[in-house]
């Protein structure tokens, strides 16, 4: 079955240490892969997005994460975390044929001490 | 310009009783998508709407659950003679056509269900 796998639950870091977190998908051809932020209370906000090409895609926020097909995995980094990325990061990815849909890891969610 | 706006942002309904949520997506996405998220969890596909052409129903639940967009915009996603276990965030996303298109989320409708 396809699946998007995030290993992790919960997260915590000190504000400006480096962070990332992992994401790994099924097994299959290349999907399109996402990470979405959800801050309490809000909706999803799109980080960023791969879908061909360069494997390191630049996101907002200062985000970024790579693309590795031989570990089919879609690793979301961060070089120095802020307060303010306190949130919950879900991994999504859309499987070829799957008319669009977005399948999505059970999240991690980041704490951030000061 | 105005994001994807869900209504009602919280209901709060008896067992047994019918429930319509609202979606009105950003003006000229073609696609629409529902999602629904259990607390602590991803969010998971509900359906898929390609203009007014609901293409992918593969993850409503049960036939107590229904969706439309009858004209290609506005969607409505019903639930019929409602469940405790029907209690959960419901989202909804708009997009462009095409898998790598993003879906940009609402808010989200919190249902309870007592």
């Known amino acids: 079955a396809q699946s998007v796998t995030q290993p992790d639950i919960h997260i915590t870091v000190s504000e400006g240490a480096s962070l990332e977190l992992r994401c790994n998908y099924s097994?299959?051809?290349?999907?399109?892969l996402f990470w979405y932020v959800q801050s309490p209370g809000q909706g999803l906000q799109l980080l960023l997005k791969?879908?061909?090409?360069?494997?390191l895609v630049q996101g907002i926020k200062g985000f970024e994460a790579e693309f590795k097909r031989s570990q089919s995995s879609f690793n979301l980094r961060k070089p120095s975390v802020h307060w303010s990325d306190a949130a919950e990061y879900f991994c999504?990815?859309?499987?070829?044929?799957?008319?669009?849909?977005?399948?999505f890891g059970a999240g991690t969610r980041l704490a951030v001490h000061p | 310009g105005a994001g994807v706006s869900q209504s009602p942002r919280y209901k709060v309904t008896k067992r047994g009783q019918d429930v319509a949520l609202r979606c009105d997506p950003i003006?000229?996405?073609?696609?629409l998508y529902w999602y629904r998220q259990a607390l602590g969890q991803g969010p998971e596909f509900l359906t898929y709407?390609?203009?007014?052409?609901?293409?992918?129903k593969s993850g409503l639940p049960n036939d107590r659950f229904s969706a439309e967009r009858p004209e290609g915009s506005i969607s409505t996603l019903t639930i019929q003679r409602t469940e405790q276990r029907d209690s959960a965030m419901y989202r909804c996303?708009?997009?462009?056509?095409?898998?790598?298109?993003?879906?940009?989320f609402g808010p989200g409708t919190r249902l309870l269900v007592l």
């Open positions: 996303a708009s997009s462009m056509s095409g898998p790598q298109e993003t879906q940009y």
């Open positions: 999504a990815v859309v499987f070829s044929g799957g008319y669009n849909k977005l399948i």
């Open positions: 097994y299959g051809a290349t999907p399109y």
């Open positions: 709407f390609n203009y007014e052409a609901q293409q992918d």
């Open positions: 003006s000229g996405h073609v696609s």
């Open positions: 791969y879908f061909s090409g360069d494997t």
